[in-house]
C-alpha cells in the first residue's frame, strides 16, 4: 500500500521544502517510514520529475558530488492537492468499513 501512496507522500514533503534525494530517505525515516529506502525514493522522484510534478537542480557540494535538489511545480501542487482530498476519502472509507467489520465480529 505504501508505494501506492508514495508519490503523494513525497510531493508533500517536498512541497514543504526544496530538498535532495538522501534527506528525502532521512525525512521519510524521521516520520516512521524506516522500510523505504534510497532504492525505492530515488526512483519515485524521477518519475515525479518526468511528470512534470517536480522539477530539479543540481547544487554543488563541499563534501562530494553534486546534489540534485526537487521542488514541486504548480502542477505537483495542483496534484498534491487532487491527491490529498482522494487519500482523505479513500482513508474514510477504508476506516468506516473496518469499523462496521470490528462492531460486527464483537457480537
Do not use: Q
Not at 61 to 70: D, F, L, M, T
Not at 83 to 94: D, N, R
Amino acid at each position: 500500500m505504501l508505494k501506492g501512496v508514495l508519490p503523494l507522500v513525497l510531493l508533500r514533503l517536498v512541497a514543504d521544502a526544496e530538498d535532495y534525494g538522501w534527506s528525502v530517505v532521512l525525512r521519510l525515516h524521521e516520520l516512521g517510514l524506516t522500510e523505504l529506502t534510497e532504492g525505492t525514493v530515488y526512483p519515485a522522484l524521477t518519475r515525479l520529475e518526468a511528470r512534470g510534478l517536480l522539477s530539479s537542480r543540481l547544487v554543488p557540494s563541499s563534501s562530494g558530488p553534486a546534489r540534485k535538489y526537487y521542488a514541486i511545480t504548480p502542477v505537483g501542487s495542483e496534484e498534491l492537492t487532487r491527491g490529498a482530498a482522494a487519500w482523505e476519502s479513500l482513508a474514510a472509507t477504508v476506516h468506516a468499513a473496518l469499523s462496521r467489520t470490528a462492531a460486527r465480529s464483537d457480537r
